[in-house]
């Protein structure tokens, strides 16, 4: 029975792998956006709280997004344990290298993933992560602008707070 279920299944074994892969990376970024809201709401940034809740709500929603895909496909999607969530930083600008470390990586699994199904031809598996490489440009800028400003604020004196009120305004267009 096994058997017949592979071959019903639209993705190959090695896809689904990797797509069970970026569920859990998916999963863990959620957690660790978590870990940086509490962070910053415990240290005062109460903007900056706001702002990593709802990109950690993002981060759940693109690893349901990929959890249903792998089962529409025929294949088994596995519910990640996620463990190794980093919860203290040293200070507030960490927090956002942190959060770009983090996006920069998740851009790199998905590129993995979409060279893979080129590779396989794999080219539903591929329309259906080109949703994500454009969400993955989004989400790179807007953790590089809202790291841009310590540059262009900086921290001194009322330089922290100043910064912790522009990042829920940051935006993305692709105007």
């Known amino acids: 029975m096994k058997d017949l279920m592979r071959i019903k299944c639209l993705i190959s074994q090695d896809i689904e792998t990797l797509l069970n892969q970026q569920i859990k990376k998916e999963a863990h970024s959620s957690s660790l956006y978590l870990a940086m809201s509490s962070w910053c709401d415990q ?71 979409a060279a893979r199904c080129h590779k396989e031809q794999d080219f539903v598996t591929m329309e259906f992560l080109n949703w994500f490489l454009k969400e993955q440009r989004e989400e790179e800028y807007k953790a590089r602008r809202a790291l841009e400003l310590f540059e262009v604020i900086g921290e001194e004196g009322t330089g922290r707070w100043e910064i912790d009120k522009h990042v829920n305004k940051i935006s993305y267009s692709e105007e």
């Open 43 to 113: 240290n005062g940034f109460d903007f900056s709280a706001d702002y990593f809740l709802k990109q950690s709500e993002e981060e759940r929603v693109h690893q349901l997004k990929l959890f249903k895909y792998v089962l529409d496909m025929g294949g088994n999607a596995i519910s990640p344990e996620v463990t190794g969530i980093k919860t203290d930083f040293a200070g507030f600008r960490e927090v956002f290298e942190d959060a770009l470390e983090a996006e920069i990586a998740i851009t790199q699994s998905f590129k993995n993933l």
